[in-house]
C-alpha cells in the first residue's frame, strides 16, 4: 500500500494500480523499458494491473517476468469494462493511468487517474476525466514514486 497525504484533498491510500497498455505503458504493442523499470519498483508496494484489449496480441509475451496481473477484454464496450474492473478492486483504492477514449470512465473512477501524454497522444475525454495529466509514462509514474510531486501537483 501507498499512502499520501494531500492537502485540501485528505488522504489517499493506494493498493492498486491499473495500467492501460497500449498508447500508455506500450508503443505499437513493445512495452517500454523506461515503464517497465517503474512498474517493477512500484510493484512491491502495489498490486500492478495491466488492462488492455491486446490489439497486437503481445501483451502477455511483453510482460513476461513483471510482476503484474494482465486482464484482456472482450470486444465491446471496453470503457464500461475499465471501469467495471475498477469497481471490482475498490476504486477507492485504485491509482489508474491511461489514454485513451475507452480509458476515460476508469480514469474517472479511480481514487487517482492519471492521463498520458504519450506516443498515441491523448483523448480529449480521457484528459477531462482525470485527477492530472502527465507528460509521459515516466513522469505519471514517478508521481507515485515520488509522493511530493503528487502533492504538489493536487493540493489546494
Avoid: W
Avoid at 68 to 73: E, K, R, Y
Wanted: glycine share 8%; aromatic share 4%; net charge negative.
Amino acid at each position: 500500500m501507498k499512502a499520501f497525504d494531500i492537502p485540501g484533498l485528505g488522504r489517499l491510500e493506494l493498493e492498486h494500480l491499473v495500467l492501460d497498455y497500449n498508447g500508455t505503458i506500450a508503443r505499437d504493442g513493445a512495452v517500454l523499458p523506461e515503464a517497465v523499470e517503474r512498474i517493477a519498483v512500484l510493484a512491491q508496494y502495489l498490486s500492478v494491473h495491466v488492462i488492455t484489449a491486446d490489439t497486437f496480441g503481445s501483451v502477455r509475451l511483453q510482460l513476461q517476468g513483471l510482476h503484474c496481473q494482465v486482464a484482456v477484454l472482450a470486444p465491446g464496450n471496453q470503457a464500461e469494462a475499465k471501469r467495471n474492473y475498477i469497481r471490482s478492486l475498490g476504486a477507492q483504492r485504485c491509482a489508474a493511468i491511461g489514454n485513451g477514449r475507452n480509458d476515460r470512465l476508469m480514469l474517472a473512477e479511480a481514487a487517482l487517474g492519471i492521463a498520458i501524454l504519450g506516443h498515441e497522444c491523448t483523448s480529449v475525454a480521457a484528459m477531462t476525466a482525470a485527477d492530472i495529466v502527465a507528460a509521459s509514462i515516466t513522469d505519471g509514474l514517478d508521481l507515485l514514486l515520488h509522493p511530493l510531486r503528487l502533492t504538489a501537483t493536487l493540493r489546494e
